[in-house]
């Protein structure tokens, strides 16, 4: 058995470790001149590497955990000492716990109302739950200004969805928010560090795990591979690149493909015969993500009793952590710039972005010298992601793209962290799917009279 | 409206019935997260906002509900 593999990110890779472990002939080809995807490191010292994109997991990412220890990469606790620092409308408040010096009751009726949402989302098909409709059509932003009053809530919720699923609430759909919180294990889950999924980081950073994938499958991964377009026919299918450097478009023959690429990136690809189903549509939007990693010789804001930890009502930072490493060799602070304000971030120069985090920053830490080090890495620029954490399903995607996510287009299969109702848009939900459509293609016999029917139509 | 209400309350929020009028919500696994739905619950049921250095300071049912009748003369 032939294959190739369309996008050397955690699911195309761990596909491809799949396969060939099963015999099967593979090719990765990857658009980039790198492996990894979303999952990407950024040195911001000589000796230590932070996450560009995906970094955190929890006890529940068991498919992840399993490849951390299989490859013997180390976990980092994220666990965090010293009061957290809040700049609401500009004023800026330090306290012991991680709530925010907004209204309790208010923030607290905003989560029993997002609760119950989440709850009467149905995780194995979301598109099948009660009301789903009604809630697919819905944005997030007009079901607040339905049923949300107090301006503490209205200011919290954007904050609260940049940093979940790093949306801005304009642009998903309720039923996406609510199907997003559940396949990740919950709003609580999925908000916590210390018993959630923000428990550790892989030591050294996230993209270790893939370049160890890469590594084991070594030749067959091709860099520099952007795919254009695939063909198939009875026999076989043809997958056409234009590779970035001048050169003859290369071609790959298989008897099956994996595309293992964002939505956006799916539907971008020129398929012959065409897409039954779309991948993505006008409405489907980019992860709003751009992560700033300041660098420092220590993890200084621990002497003052601080946590690292910090929300700003307003951006660009609107979130920061501490992810220095455990050896306190180096300290490092990520800041988060997501939802609107991420597009507003990415909109800007790079001395104007460099400058307005300098400056956020200073808000939020007098005390601090300037960093060493000030890495921009904006998600929403990049050609070959299209956006960071995940493809935001805008109002209708559900209904239009739910029930095809994973069904093959003739010799074509899908994976990549959208595809997967567990954990969507999360490294896990990347492995969980290229598990799922390796387990596919080595049970062909059905995938094989399932292509012939499409091919027919 | 009792401490018996509140104890109601805890049990919804934490998903676990063990919890009594004195149990710490915090060393039963509450997170700040949790202890907001607590006070909008109360806020609810009882007609009374507590602050959320209220439920830090009186994190079990008893004492939550000292607060209240504090507040509510």
Redesign the interface.
């Known amino acids: 058995m032939r294959v190739v593999v369309v996008g050397a990110g955690l699911a195309g890779l761990t596909a491809a470790v799949g396969l060939v472990a099963a015999g099967a002939e593979v090719t990765v080809l990857e658009a980039r001149d790198r492996v990894g995807g979303r999952m990407h490191g950024i040195p911001v010292s000589t000796s230590v590497v932070a996450d560009g994109g995906a970094a955190y997991l929890g006890v529940r990412h068991t498919e992840l955990l399993a490849q951390v220890q299989e490859y013997g990469l180390g976990l980092a606790s994220t666990a965090m000492a010293g009061d957290s620092t809040f700049l609401v409308s500009d004023r800026r408040r330090t306290t ?4 925010p010096p907004l209204d ?6 905003l ?2 109302r997002l ?1 119950d949402i989440v709850a009467s989302v149905r995780p194995d098909a979301p598109w099948q739950s009660p009301e789903a409709e009604r809630l697919d059509r819905l944005s997030a932003a007009r079901w607040l200004a339905d049923e949300v009053e107090h301006p503490d809530a209205r200011t919290f919720f954007p904050l609260f969805l940049g940093e979940m699923m790093a949306a801005d609430p304009a642009a998903i759909s309720v039923l996406h928010m609510a199907f997003y919180l559940r396949s990740g294990g919950g ?2 889950y999925l ?2 560090f210390e ?1 959630g999924a923000q428990q550790w980081r892989i030591d050294g950073g996230a993209h270790l795990l893939c370049l160890a994938l890469a590594d084991r499958l070594g030749e067959r991964v091709r860099l520099r591979q952007p795919v254009s377009a695939i063909d198939q026919d009875d026999d076989e299918v043809v997958v056409r690149c234009v590779p970035d450097v001048v050169g003859a478009r290369s071609e790959y023959r298989a008897d099956w493909v994996v595309v293992a690429v964002p939505p956006l990136l799916a539907q971008q690809i020129e398929f012959r015969p065409a897409l039954r189903a779309p991948r993505a549509t006008a409405a489907t939007g980019r992860g709003c993500a751009v992560k700033v990693h300041l660098g420092y010789p220590a993890p200084m804001w621990r002497e003052s009793g601080l946590s690292g930890w910090s929300v700003s009502t307003n951006g660009p930072l609107l979130s920061t952590v501490d992810d220095s490493p455990p050896d306190e060799s180096a300290g490092v602070l990520t800041g988060f710039v997501t939802g609107a304000a991420a597009s507003a971030f990415s909109a800007l120069s790079t001395t104007e972005q460099r400058d307005a985090a300098l400056a956020h920053t200073r808000q939020l830490f007098p005390l601090l010298p300037p960093p060493t080090q000030c890495r921009v890495t904006d998600w929403l620029a990049e050609k070959y992601s299209r956006g960071c954490y995940a493809a935001l399903f805008g109002p209708g995607d559900w209904l239009r793209l739910g029930p095809t996510l994973t069904e093959p287009h003739g010799r074509v299969h899908w994976a990549g962290t959208e595809t997967s109702l567990e954990f969507f848009g999360l490294m896990e939900g990347a492995i969980r799917s290229g598990r799922r459509v390796a387990t596919e293609l080595i049970n062909g016999a059905e995938s094989a009279a399932a292509s012939r029917k499409v091919l027919s139509r | 409206m009792s401490t018996d209400h509140i104890v109601q309350i805890f049990r919804r929020v934490l998903e676990t019935s063990a919890v009594d009028a004195h149990s710490d919500f915090f060393e039963l696994g509450g997170d700040s997260l949790l202890a907001i739905r607590v006070l909008s619950a109360i806020a609810r049921d009882f007609g009374t906002e507590l602050l959320y250095e209220d439920f830090v300071d009186n994190p079990s049912p008893a004492g939550l509900f000292a607060r209240v009748a504090a507040v509510v003369p």
């Open positions: 012991a716990s991680r709530m309790a009751v208010a923030l607290g009726d989560f029993d609760e709003i609580r908000n916590a018993g």
